[in-house]
């Protein structure tokens, strides 16, 4: 009997999964918005609550991706530089030391105002090419490169001899608070050296920028200056086995920020560039569903990631946010629209919870529904937070997700004779 394996798609809300939120009566973002096709799929389908690391534990966006996509991040979680640097296009060597980088704005005495420099910087490439003339006397036989990406986002890597990702950050993680001074998480001469260069490339950093005359020209325009370069996330990249080799998935990857752009290309996805596809709230989620729609014939496993949800929530943006979940459920329309459901496995979820009234991620459960031809389905006939805690897939962990999609979509091996 030659029975056809499904085709998977798996959509990825960054951060839209919530709280209660007082201005919407004590419901959450996902119980306000309409969502018809999201509801439909809950119906057809099966419901529950992801730990996407474990229960309590808040997810970053880069381990949080790695589990759904079946790679345990307690293993294979090593930084998310690198994931940022290869995301924007920069190439990586064994040894390279990678950071995560804001633009953003400091008082003289480096009190943190703006983490995000009002968030659109749109002189990054006037100023990606004053920091990569940089000098550093602690960087000698060290190359230093600067990628900015979208808004106030850009890369650091570091490459040479001697080098470790075993440093901390000096971003402080909140606005308000000093910058901090890098430190070596390790007492080696590889951590203290780079804990040396990054430092130097902070001072460095705000010397050349805060005069700049791009940045007089914000300030004369109402706007922040963009006066520092704050570094966080030093990583390396991960040695793990691809994801054809690992589940033997002819993998695509639709997203619009660097960091889940480089996560997927470090596990051997190909990753398509489309066009409008910003990462923001401006970003363009028919054009998504329309790329998914044009290679499904292609490949196995199509993974689609949504940022705007996560955007709203950092911002506190109630009304953005039930938006954006709307606009993701006209996406899963259009999708739903084109391909043929007898032939799909098709699952929604969220990589980690950003409340609205929290501002950032917390270790709450993530929703899920996974809706495929081969499943029993629950009672659950709407896709949200207290709904799905009836559902049938129950409580689950990240690295769960990928065997159950193998499963519904008839590519699980037995296990055992």
């Known amino acids: 009997m030659n029975i056809k394996p499904l085709k998977i798609i798996l959509i990825i809300g960054d951060g839209m999964g919530d709280r209660p939120v007082k201005e919407l009566n004590n419901r959450t973002p996902l119980e306000v918005a309409n969502t018809p096709n ?7 389908g099966v419901t529950g609550i992801v730990d996407v690391i474990s229960p309590g534990i808040p997810p970053g966006s880069a381990p949080a991706h790695l589990a759904l996509l079946g790679y345990d991040p307690i293993k294979n979680y090593t930084g998310r530089g690198a994931f940022e640097a290869i995301g924007m296009g920069l190439s990586l060597n064994m040894g390279d030391v990678a950071f995560r980088c804001n633009f953003a704005t400091v008082t003289d005495d480096w009190v943190v105002i703006d983490r995000r420099a009002g968030r659109y910087v749109s002189e990054g490439p006037v100023f990606e090419k004053v920091l990569n003339s940089l000098k550093l006397r602690s960087a000698a036989n060290v190359k230093i490169i600067f990628k900015h990406s979208i808004e106030h986002r850009g890369a650091l890597v570091l490459r040479g001899p001697g080098l470790s990702n075993l440093v901390s950050n000096t971003d402080p993680g909140k ?10 998480l390790s007492n080696d001469e590889a951590s203290i050296r780079t804990a040396k260069i990054i ?7 705000f010397e050349v920028l805060k005069d700049h005359p791009a940045n007089k020209d914000r300030v004369s325009r109402g706007l922040l200056p963009a006066n520092i370069v704050l570094c966080r996330g030093a990583g390396v990249l991960p040695h793990v086995k691809s994801i054809k080799e690992k589940l033997n998935l002819k993998a695509t990857c639709i997203a619009g920020v660097p960091l ?56 506190g943006l109630v009304k953005e946010k039930v938006r954006m979940i709307e606009r993701i459920d006209e996406m899963v329309g259009i999708i739903l629209n084109h391909i043929d ?19 950032d991620h917390v270790g709450d459960p993530t929703p899920i529904l996974i809706s495929a031809p081969t499943i029993v389905p629950d009672d659950v006939k709407e896709f949200n937070e207290r709904s799905v805690l009836k559902g049938g897939i129950g409580r689950i962990k990240g690295v769960d997700l990928m065997p159950l999609l193998l499963n519904y979509s008839l590519r699980s091996k037995k296990f055992g004779e």
């Open 260 to 315: 889940i752009k480089g996560i997927c290309k470090a596990l051997g996805f190909t990753v398509l560039n489309v066009k409008g596809a910003t990462g923001g709230l401006n970003s363009d989620l028919k054009a998504k569903a329309k790329a998914a729609i044009s290679v499904i014939n292609e490949v196995d496993f199509i993974v689609i990631n949504v940022k705007g949800t996560d955007v709203a929530s950092h911002d």
């Open 175 to 184: 606005n308000g608070l000093k910058v901090l001074e890098a430190k070596p």
């Open 341 to 359: 459901l007898d032939s799909l496995c098709i699952s929604v979820t969220a990589d980690h919870v950003t409340p609205l009234s929290y501002r």
């Open 199 to 205: 430092n130097e490339f902070t001072l460095k950093s």
């Open 38 to 44: 999201l509801d439909e799929l809950a119906k057809q």
